[in-house]
Every structure is written in C-alpha cells, then in structure tokens.
C-alpha cells in the first residue's frame, strides 16, 4: 500500500559510535586449506609414495564402436543439457533460497528454557546472552560505522537483526558479528525486509551455537516484566528490564515513504538506545517475543526527528511476524508483504477511520470494490483509528488471504472483501 502524506516518524536507533577496533584482518574467514592433487593416485603420492606405476597397455577397439560411441554421448548430452537448463530455469523462476524448507529446514528451538518459578531478569539474561550477538556493519564508507544488536535462530547459523542496521552492507559491504566472548565472525545478508525491517544473516562459523527460544508475542499481557539484550551505544552483551507498556501498538519507523517500516509493535518501557536495534526482547520463561526496532524521542516534534536516546518508550517488532519474515527469505532470499492497491491519506488524522485517496486500477482494492473516498473503520471486525493503522492491519496478514472492510461510504456503512495480492519487499 502506498501512501502520500506521512506523520512524524518514529526514530530508528541511529548507529552509535564505532566499537573498538579489531586487530587488521581478523574478522575475515580464514581461507581453506589447498587441495590434494586429484585422481585415482592422488591419496598415495599426496601421502609421499611417489609415482604409481606405469599402466598397462590398452586393448585395441573395434572402429564400428566409434561412432556409435559420439551419438549416443550426443543425445545423452543434448538431454542432459536439456534437463539442466530447465532445473536452472525452475531454480530462478522460484528465487531459491539457501533452505527449501524455510524455518521447518532449520534447527529452531520453542520450548521454554525456565520454569516460571526460575523466571528472573538475572536468569534470562544467563539463559539469553550467549546467543544474544552485536552486528557491525560497512556505514558511510566506515567498515565499523554502523551497530546493532541480533540473536542467533537456529543451529545453522542463521541470526536475526533489523534491516536499517545491514541496509547499506547488504551487497558488498562487510558485516561482522561479534558474539558474547568477543570473537568476530564475517556475516552475509541472506535476505532482508525493509517493510517489515527485519533481515536474516548466514555466519557459518556459529553453525551449532545454541539458538535462542521463539516465544509469542500474542501471549504477552501488558505490565508483564520483560528483558531487552543488546548492545546499546556500542556496550556489547547489555541486558534492560521493564515492562509490557502496550501491545499492537501502530507505529511507523524511517524518514521518508520509501523508507519507512510499519510495525503492530510490543511497545515496552525496559531501556533500549542507539545500538539495541535487532536485538531480542524477551520474557521471563526465556523466549523472545519480539526484535527491538524503534524509540520514541522529544526531538523534532511529537515522535522522532531528534537524536536523544531512550525516554521509556520502545517498541519491538512482534516475533511472530520475524517468523513469517524469516521463513519466506529462507526458503526464497525475499520477503513479501501483502498489498491491496489503494492510496490511504497518513496526516491529519482525527481518529475516526482511514481514508482512501486513490485506487489503482486492475488492483485487488478496485476489483473488491474499494472506492476513492471510503473511509475504512474496521478490518476483520477490529477498529481502524487511522492510516498507519489501516496499513499495520493489513500487514499482519498474508499475501492471498481474504480479509474483510469494514467502510463508510456517503452515509452508509458498507463490507469490502479483498484478497490481498504479493509484493516484494
């Protein structure tokens, strides 16, 4: 969905300074060993036994064989070339990712790794911070300009962050991931969405690190105590506490429409600066709930536009969405994220609906019957208080389900059904 008026966005936390330095060279992978010499005698003379001997003559063949011998390697060939051309084919039309299987191909865990009894700020963090990493990322032309926070998935290697703090890396810049002992890992993007400003990286060197526990964000009530475990302002291994301060909390992230992240947030007041974002919010059974994305500053007017850092208002990307998200890149490199086609007006809003400005043609939104100026004030039965609303709503469902509007339309109350259409991003 497109929008052309935004309010005052909420701040992503800026990269803080850089962390220290490592020593020149450490962070790259180190370069396999030279292979053997290949073929038959290779394991004897690898292993100092000289020469092998010489081969025995070989027997004369008959010359009908030849030819024979050159049309049938031809149509094996030409099938073979066949076969694989439409493997390769399949492979691109499908945007393969590195898992087939998505999150069902990985080694997650979801079990609770503390007892309520055992559920205290000092356990999470002795149960959280060894997979809890700090993510530093090529900023500005700076190989250490950007930092965040991430937590390890599975056993595969696979870590979670946001997408603002790999966004410039992401092609060919260097990521690096610094685990809870200090030692540094080169990191690549597998994937990443800045809708939902969430994005997977592939750290082989952390393959059988013990991941951390995905809980749901939708058992969550709101006063329950939470813990944030990041690396706020460049202090790696930091853990915060605080509470549930609301949940589905409408909010938008980023500068500009094109850069802007909506998220349905836990919105927490446990202490989350510059530095925290990717990191894990998480409860007292030692889950995580959500992705630390986004603080709230006096700056600039309402929310966003200055630099100041935590004022006890923060907002966390609900784990249930980094599932879904984790899960398309896995299987595919992309995220999607379900559109319906139509304009919705994001300023001056006065709490009574969202209203529509424009519907695309041959759009899901018009071949529901959508029209320019219906002001919708409930999706799937649940208020809608404005445009961010309207769009968080609508992307916390999925590309192909049917969901319902509810709309005002010149005085009378109408139902819109659309089926919600893919776009990637």
Sequence with gaps: MNDEEQTAPLQQPAPPPPPEQPQQGAWLPPHPPAAPPSGPWAGAAYAGFGQPPRPAPRARVSGWVWPVVTVVALVVGLFGGAVGGALVGAIEREGLGPVRDGLAGVDTVTSAPLRPEDGTVAAVAETLLPATVQIVAEFGGDAQGATGSGFVLDRQGHVI????????????????????????????????????????LEVPDLEGTEPASLGASAAL?????????????????????????????????GDSANESSYINAVQTDAA?????????????????????????????????????????VGF???????KVTADQILKTGEARYPVIGAQVQTGREDGRGARIEEVVTGSAAEEAGLQEGDLVVEVEGDRVTDGIALIVSIRSHQPGETIEFTVLRRGSRETVSITLRPEVG
């Design 221 to 253: 009530r709101v006063g329950e105590t939470v813990v944030a475990i990041g690396s706020p302002l460049g202090l790696s291994s930091t853990v915060t506490s605080g509470i549930v301060s609301a949940l589905q909390r409408p909010v938008t992230t």
């Design 316 to 322: 966390a990307i609900p784990i249930e969405q980094v």
């Design 272 to 312: 989350i600066n510059p530095g925290n974002s990717g990191g894990p919010l998480v409860n007292l059974l030692g889950q995580v709930v959500g992705v630390n994305s986004a603080i709230a500053t006096t700056g600039g007017g309402g929310f966003g536009g200055g630099s100041s850092g935590n004022i006890g």
């Design 161 to 200: 962050t946001n997408n603002h703090v790999v966004a410039e890396a992401a092609d060919d810049g260097r990521i690096q991931v610094v685990d809870q002992e200090g030692g540094r890992y080169a990191a690549t993007v597998v994937g990443r969405s800045p809708v939902y400003d969430l994005a997977v």
